[in-house]
């Protein structure tokens, strides 16, 4: 019988892997603002905040969507 040559597998490169910002839950968010959760499930629904619904019960938020929906409805206090 003839040896076969083993050929060693390639390491694979060092790699971090990537940085994952937690999603907001509507109940998070809804104490974060200090609003009524039914308001941003009415947000969700209207299509005024986007939103990931991972079941019957949980919904997700990404933090972009939530800093984008708040500068796009941020007021400045004239003094």
Known sequence: MTERQV???RRAP????PQ???????PE???YLQL???TIADWISQGRLRAHKLSNRVTVIE???V???LDA???TRSQ
């Not at 060092?14 to 892997?17: I, L, M, R, S, Y």
């Not at 994952?20 to 509507?26: A, D, G, Y």
């Open 7 to 9: 050929i060693p597998l």
């Open 14 to 17: 060092e790699v971090e892997p």
């Open 20 to 26: 994952q910002q937690p999603c907001w839950t509507v």
């Open 29 to 31: 968010l809804a104490a």
């Open 36 to 38: 009524n959760r039914r």
């Open 63 to 65: 933090p972009r969507e």
């Open 67 to 69: 800093q984008r929906f």
């Open 73 to 75: 409805h941020a007021t």
